[in-house]
């Protein structure tokens, strides 16, 4: 180890900082935040810094005096020799000293930080590569979400009461493991404060209540696993077991915790592997067991995602649920697919339908889907293609309106199929294109012409 982490007091205690500029100014705005009377030295000091009514600007060459009474020191001039200066007469009076990027000078460093206040992440390569640890923080970033400031917040809060109630210290250390990790966590990180005390008082009351299950119904995207939520990744990490199905990509599953137990539970067209009344019944046996169950959904769960049954069953049992959602089919396939749902010269609104319905019809409401500027979006709708054109078409909308067919958007096997809704029929039974697939039906197809972006490897 080559330097001492520590985080320092600094409140209501004088800092100065040398130089005027905008690294002076960043280096200030951390001092201020934790609470440092600042005291700024230059002959000239940018207007916001000198205008801050906590800062004291003095406007001036830097000159030993100013280091009276000055707990640490940042130098952050771009000379060198003021640099020196100041990193001399500081250590020579054993004030802490810092010059910005040139660590022979300095008898401490700044890390990176991660600031989830109270909980705070510092991070250092001691000067080795500042930029490997800005990328480490970004990492960290997305795993410990903004929110942590305010569990962090609420575990303080109850530690004495947790003090005094859990007296011995390896039993005090499980109950906050369980409380941080489990169902309490979940509701203080979704603001629902008030049950998360409820639930923390109950286990307090009981210190050996065991740990409950519950659920959380996540979104996983369209595909490509750039496109997944904070909470989602947070929530594939942390969960025992995950209960998958065909549309999850399987770059994604590898994303769960590695020692998560996985069940597969099917569902190809017609060859349903688990009934959807036996996956209800499944979620809410692992939850009662005890589990943190991630039910992983293709797209968004709440829509045409059967998100709503899964749900409905956990809530009749009373089981702790949390719903994620994802990026839909429709908004990351279009997108990809460099087609915008809505586009003011072509369509002002836009359907999601389903193609595929209970009875293997497709029942749906033709003439509100063959209205002129609006774009039509169609789940599951590959088997009934013909029957969608041959529909549309009798409703009012002209053959000429250009359609597309996306196959598995977003990743890298993503192919565009596009025609009317006279030529597509055939084209797709000539091009076979592979599930999943969707159908988008308007005028804002074309724009793809202009639009495409994506370019997938393999196709
Ligand atoms: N809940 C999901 C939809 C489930 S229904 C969501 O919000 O996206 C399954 C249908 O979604 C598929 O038949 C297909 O029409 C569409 N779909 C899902 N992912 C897709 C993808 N990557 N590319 C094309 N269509 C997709």
Redesign the pocket.
Known sequence: MDFLPIFADVKNRLCLVVGGGEVAKRKAGVLLEAGAKVRVVAPDIAAELRNDVRVMPILARFEAVHLDDVMLVIAATNDRQVNQQVSELARARHILVNVVDDPELCSFIMPAILDRSPLMVAFSSGGASPVLTRMMRGKLETVIPQNYSRLAAFAERFREAVKIKVTNPAKRRIFWENALEGVVAEKVLTGDEPSAEAMLQKMLENEDNIQRGEVYLV?AG??DPDLLTFRALRLMQKADVVVYDN?VAKAIVDMTRRDAERIFVGKKRADHTLRQEEINELLVRLAKEGKRVLRL?????F???RGGEEIETLAAENIPFQVVP?I???S??ASYAGIPLTHRDYAQSCLFV?G?LKDGTMNLDWDALARPKQTVV????LHGLETLCVELVKHGMPDSTPIAI??????QNQRVITGTLATLPAIAEREQPQ????IIVGGVVELREKLAWFHPQNT
Request: aromatic share 6%.
């Open positions: 979104g369209p595909g549309l959904k293709g797209g968004d769960p829509i045409f995602g994802g839909t089919a429709a990351g396939v389903t595929h169609v789940y599951m709708g996306v196959q598995q958007g977003t990743t599930a999943p697939t969707l």
